[in-house]
Protein backbone atom coordinates (compact mmCIF):
# COMPACT_ATOMS: atom_id res chain seq x y z
CA UNK A 1 0.00 0.00 0.00
CA UNK A 2 1.06 3.74 -0.91
CA UNK A 3 -0.36 6.53 1.35
CA UNK A 4 -0.45 9.61 -0.28
CA UNK A 5 -0.59 13.09 0.66
CA UNK A 6 -0.88 16.66 -0.80
CA UNK A 7 0.12 19.62 0.28
CA UNK A 8 0.22 23.44 -0.73
CA UNK A 9 -2.87 24.24 -2.56
CA UNK A 10 -4.15 27.97 -1.64
CA UNK A 11 -5.62 31.37 -2.40
CA UNK A 12 -3.19 33.24 -5.37
CA UNK A 13 -4.19 35.67 -7.90
CA UNK A 14 -3.90 35.03 -11.73
CA UNK A 15 -0.71 35.29 -12.50
CA UNK A 16 0.99 33.88 -9.33
CA UNK A 17 2.57 30.55 -8.51
CA UNK A 18 2.12 27.61 -6.11
CA UNK A 19 4.23 24.56 -5.37
CA UNK A 20 2.65 21.12 -4.42
CA UNK A 21 3.96 18.87 -2.68
CA UNK A 22 3.00 14.99 -2.36
CA UNK A 23 4.49 12.94 0.43
CA UNK A 24 4.20 8.88 0.01
CA UNK A 25 4.21 6.65 3.02
CA UNK A 26 4.22 3.12 3.19
CA UNK A 27 6.33 2.03 0.32
CA UNK A 28 8.86 3.73 -1.83
CA UNK A 29 7.85 5.40 -5.05
CA UNK A 30 11.53 4.28 -6.37
CA UNK A 31 8.86 2.15 -8.43
CA UNK A 32 5.91 4.19 -9.60
CA UNK A 33 5.22 6.56 -12.12
CA UNK A 34 3.98 9.39 -10.53
CA UNK A 35 1.05 11.91 -12.03
CA UNK A 36 -1.09 15.19 -11.33
CA UNK A 37 -4.58 14.93 -11.69
CA UNK A 38 -7.22 18.04 -11.39
CA UNK A 39 -10.87 18.16 -11.07
CA UNK A 40 -13.12 21.09 -10.82
CA UNK A 41 -16.66 21.43 -9.67
CA UNK A 42 -18.97 19.63 -12.01
CA UNK A 43 -15.99 18.39 -14.23
CA UNK A 44 -14.36 15.03 -14.87
CA UNK A 45 -10.92 14.79 -13.13
CA UNK A 46 -8.58 15.47 -15.95
CA UNK A 47 -4.46 14.63 -15.87
CA UNK A 48 -2.44 17.87 -15.78
CA UNK A 49 1.18 16.01 -15.54
CA UNK A 50 3.27 12.96 -15.11
CA UNK A 51 6.45 11.62 -14.44
CA UNK A 52 8.30 8.71 -14.64
CA UNK A 53 9.93 6.13 -12.96
CA UNK A 54 13.66 7.26 -12.95
CA UNK A 55 12.28 10.86 -13.43
CA UNK A 56 13.96 11.20 -16.59
CA UNK A 57 10.14 11.81 -18.80
CA UNK A 58 7.69 14.24 -17.86
CA UNK A 59 4.54 14.77 -19.52
CA UNK A 60 1.96 17.50 -19.59
CA UNK A 61 -1.15 18.57 -20.46
CA UNK A 62 -1.92 20.86 -23.09
CA UNK A 63 -3.50 23.50 -20.92
CA UNK A 64 -0.49 23.55 -18.55
CA UNK A 65 2.69 23.08 -20.78
CA UNK A 66 5.07 25.87 -20.41
CA UNK A 67 3.43 26.79 -16.92
CA UNK A 68 4.07 23.66 -14.88
CA UNK A 69 7.08 21.52 -14.45
CA UNK A 70 6.56 18.04 -12.19
CA UNK A 71 9.60 16.58 -10.52
CA UNK A 72 10.48 14.09 -7.89
CA UNK A 73 12.47 13.39 -5.30
CA UNK A 74 13.05 10.04 -4.91
CA UNK A 75 15.29 9.70 -1.84
CA UNK A 76 12.52 11.81 0.52
CA UNK A 77 9.49 9.77 -1.62
CA UNK A 78 8.00 12.96 -2.65
CA UNK A 79 6.45 14.58 -5.77
CA UNK A 80 6.26 17.83 -6.19
CA UNK A 81 4.24 20.16 -9.21
CA UNK A 82 5.13 23.82 -9.29
CA UNK A 83 2.69 25.75 -11.36
CA UNK A 84 3.47 29.41 -12.78
CA UNK A 85 1.43 31.98 -14.19
CA UNK A 86 -1.59 30.35 -12.64
CA UNK A 87 -5.18 31.25 -14.47
CA UNK A 88 -8.34 31.20 -12.78
CA UNK A 89 -9.63 28.33 -15.00
CA UNK A 90 -6.49 26.38 -12.79
CA UNK A 91 -9.01 26.13 -10.18
CA UNK A 92 -9.79 22.72 -8.91
CA UNK A 93 -8.80 20.08 -6.43
CA UNK A 94 -5.25 18.72 -7.35
CA UNK A 95 -4.98 15.08 -6.57
CA UNK A 96 -1.19 13.32 -6.85
CA UNK A 97 -1.47 9.48 -8.06
CA UNK A 98 0.79 6.70 -8.10
CA UNK A 99 1.24 4.20 -10.82
CA UNK A 100 3.16 1.26 -11.05
CA UNK A 101 6.21 1.42 -13.29
CA UNK A 102 4.26 2.68 -16.57
CA UNK A 103 3.22 6.37 -16.91
CA UNK A 104 -0.32 6.75 -17.68
CA UNK A 105 -2.64 9.56 -18.59
CA UNK A 106 -6.05 8.22 -17.49
CA UNK A 107 -6.98 8.48 -13.85
CA UNK A 108 -8.54 4.81 -14.12
CA UNK A 109 -4.97 3.52 -14.79
CA UNK A 110 -3.33 4.65 -11.16
CA UNK A 111 -2.87 2.57 -8.45
CA UNK A 112 -3.21 4.89 -5.64
CA UNK A 113 -4.32 8.37 -5.10
CA UNK A 114 -4.08 11.22 -2.33
CA UNK A 115 -7.38 12.95 -1.16
CA UNK A 116 -6.49 16.21 -2.76
CA UNK A 117 -5.53 19.82 -1.87
CA UNK A 118 -7.57 22.97 -3.10
CA UNK A 119 -6.48 25.89 -5.38
CA UNK A 120 -8.11 28.34 -6.08
CA UNK A 121 -6.87 31.04 -9.11
CA UNK A 122 -8.69 34.51 -8.46
CA UNK A 123 -9.29 37.05 -11.12
Known amino acids: QVQLVESGGGLVQAGGSLRLSCTASGRTLRNYAMGWFRQAPGKEREFVAA????????FYADSVKGRVTISRDSARNMVYLQMNSLKPEDTAVYYCAAKYRQVQRLPGDYDYWGQGTQVTVSS
Open 51 to 58: ISVGGGST
